[in-house]
């Protein structure tokens, strides 16, 4: 069964260093999300992206924070100059075609990131 | 703005008998509704989901939940948990005529005694 896979499983950074998360969704799937568990709360949305663009994003998502789809299978997350609280489980979610609306993300298992 | 609230922390069950995970949620408009499991260490997985129909709503490992529109509820039960079955359970909804946008509850922690 096809799953989203997420690299590196932890990362470890200074705070102020910029950090690239990696995520490679479902192959026939076309929206693609972020969001971020920080520890012991619940799951927030970051951003949503569509047809080569952010088609939402949420209070969290400022400039600090960039998506882009490089090629044809990853999705990556960026933060530019990463904070303390930055420190959360990211995770990276697909949906297929027409998944857009009601249809189920799949979600893959996240990637730990500790700013120190 | 759309909410989920998810009430009890934690819930405890013993093996064999019915569990229930409350969820209640707000929107502005039509809800899709959706159950994740987190096992620990894994990302989020899909349980079921509504959409719009029966409000009687199967999805996987026996798991199911009903839908209450004036009670704007959405609670998953399962008749016979299974040790196995613990893990962390999220309630999740998004507005049917705005983004695809999921708004999560804060989570319950389903113990399943053997």
């Known amino acids: 069964e096809p799953e989203v896979t997420q690299t590196p499983s932890h990362q470890v950074t200074q705070m102020g260093q910029e950090v690239i998360l990696r995520c490679v969704p479902i192959?026939?799937?076309?929206?693609f999300y972020w969001y971020r568990q920080i520890l012991g709360q619940k799951v927030e949305f970051l951003v949503s992206?569509?047809?080569?663009?952010?088609?939402?994003k949420s209070e969290i998502f400022d400039d600090q924070f960039s998506v882009e789809r490089p090629d044809g299978s990853n999705f990556t997350l960026k933060i530019r100059s990463t904070k303390l609280e930055d420190s959360a489980m990211y995770f990276c979610a697909s949906s297929p075609p027409g998944g857009g609306g009601s249809g189920e993300q799949f979600f893959g298992p996240g990637t730990r990131l500790t700013v120190l | 703005a759309q909410s989920v609230a998810q009430p009890e922390d934690q819930v405890n069950v013993a093996e064999g008998n019915p569990l229930t995970v409350k969820c209640t949620y707000s929107?502005?408009?039509?809800?899709?509704l959706f159950w994740y499991v987190q096992y620990p260490n894994r990302g989020l997985q899909f349980l079921l989901k509504y959409i719009t129909g029966d409000n009687l709503v199967k999805g996987s490992y026996g798991f199911e939940a009903e839908f209450n529109k004036s009670q704007t509820s959405f609670h998953l039960k399962k008749p016979s948990a299974l040790v196995s079955d613990s893990a962390l359970y999220f309630c999740?909804?998004?507005?049917?005529?705005?983004?695809?946008?999921?708004?999560f509850g804060k989570g319950t922690m389903l113990l399943v005694s053997p």
């Open positions: 999740a909804v998004r507005d049917m005529s705005g983004y695809s946008t999921l708004t």
């Open positions: 992206f569509y047809n080569n663009e952010i088609s939402e």
């Open positions: 929107v502005s408009g039509n809800p899709y």
């Open positions: 192959s026939n799937h076309l929206y």
